[in-house]
Every structure is written in structure tokens, then in C-alpha cells.
């Protein structure tokens, strides 16, 4: 049963920073890309980050050079580094994973429907 669990939400003011953290469990981690997306009220769910099973990134324009998005494919374990964080990076950020996500170069974060599998979500808020 592929199983992806979040963590590392929460509150943080703007100008600050956040790690997210991804485990997933139930397949074989270096077989699959993988993202964030992101879900705010009134909002559809966009990409924020993806990362393809060679190890390639792809970021939403509005978060280039803020966010960073890594694998670790021994443990299983993603990872959404924010930071310089917004007000409008307020969102609930979702894990997704897609079997054997290839995409080229400079590529923005695929469509949510390329991804199988979804995390149950972390709150990120983003306030003085």
C-alpha cells in the first residue's frame, strides 16, 4: 500500500523559513517523481515543486529561488525547503507521486492529475 505522510507545517512569519517533509512507504522510492502541490481556500490545487526519477527539478515561477525541493531516495524521503516565506505561500501543501516521471528540461511542475498517490496534507501559514 503506497503511503505518503507530510510534515513540518505550521505557522511561521513572513521572511521566514519552513522544511516539509515527505515519507513515503508502500513502493520503490527511486522509481516514482514526486511534488508538492498546494491548496488555498477559494484556490485550485497548483504545483509548487517536482522533482523526475533522474533527480531534475521543476518549480512554480512564483517560488524560484525561494523554495528548494530534494530527494532521498535511500530514505524514502522528500523534502520541500521554503524559504524568504510569503503571505500568499499560505496553503495547505500536499505530497504526490508519479511512477516513472520523466519531464524536460526548464519544465513547470506537471498538471495534479500525472500524480497516482497524495499525501494528506500540512498546513503552512504564512503571518505576522
Known amino acids: 500500500e503506497v503511503r505518503l505522510v507530510e510534515s513540518g507545517g505550521g505557522l511561521v512569519h513572513p521572511g521566514g523559513s519552513l522544511r516539509l517533509t515527505c515519507q513515503a512507504s508502500?513502493?520503490?522510492?527511486?522509481?516514482?517523481?514526486m511534488a508538492w502541490f498546494r491548496q488555498a481556500p477559494g484556490k485550485e490545487r497548483e504545483g509548487v515543486a517536482a522533482?523526475?526519477?533522474?533527480?531534475?527539478?521543476m518549480y512554480l515561477g512564483s517560488v524560484k529561488g525561494r523554495f528548494t525541493i530534494s530527494k532521498d531516495n535511500a530514505a524514502s524521503t522528500l523534502y520541500l525547503q521554503m524559504n524568504a516565506l510569503k503571505p500568499e505561500d499560505t496553503a495547505m501543501y500536499y505530497c504526490?507521486?508519479?511512477?516513472?516521471?520523466?519531464?524536460?528540461?526548464?519544465?513547470?511542475?506537471?498538471?495534479?492529475?500525472?500524480?497516482?498517490?497524495w499525501g494528506q496534507g500540512t498546513q503552512v501559514t504564512v503571518s505576522s
Open positions: 504526490a507521486a508519479s511512477p516513472n516521471l520523466r519531464t524536460p528540461p526548464n519544465s513547470p511542475p506537471p498538471a495534479p492529475l500525472h500524480f497516482t498517490d
Open positions: 508502500g513502493f520503490t522510492f527511486s522509481d516514482y517523481g
Open positions: 522533482i523526475d526519477i533522474y533527480g531534475d527539478p
